[in-house]
């Protein structure tokens, strides 16, 4: 079974970059189809789904976070990295690292146990 699990900072400052890694076990992030997503949940707030990359490398992004979010991915070490960059108080949330049996579905499988992001102001 594949296992996610995030890692990086807890604290960032508002302007700076937030930068999230997703270490997959159990499974390749090269394996078709499947899709490997960040997801995150504001205190209070519901689940927001940020942005994903494919098992070929594609990558599709939220339309509201297009702008500010990259991701992208190291075969070698089997992890999957988001930058989210400019961020603000508001983007203080738990984020998620998750995978999905393909792109053509918002169905996911696994998830990693989430990681909490603060942005100072």
């Known amino acids: 079974q594949v296992q996610l699990q995030e890692s990086g900072p807890g604290l960032v400052k508002s302007s700076q970059t937030l930068s999230l890694t997703c270490t997959v076990s159990g499974g390749s992030i090269t394996t078709h189809y499947y899709a490997w997503s960040w997801i995150r949940q504001p205190p209070g707030k519901g689940l927001e789904w940020m942005g994903v990359?494919?098992?070929?490398?594609?990558?599709y992004y939220s339309p509201s976070l297009k702008s500010r979010t990259s991701i992208s991915r190291n075969t070698h070490n089997n992890q999957f990295s988001l930058q989210l960059r400019s961020v603000v108080p508001e983007d203080t949330a738990v984020y998620y690292c998750?995978?999905?049996?393909?792109?053509?579905?918002?169905?996911?499988?696994?998830w990693g146990q989430g990681t909490r992001v603060t942005v100072s102001s």
């Open positions: 990359i494919a098992y070929d490398g594609s990558t």
């Open positions: 998750a995978v999905g049996p393909s792109l053509a579905t918002s169905v996911v499988t696994s």
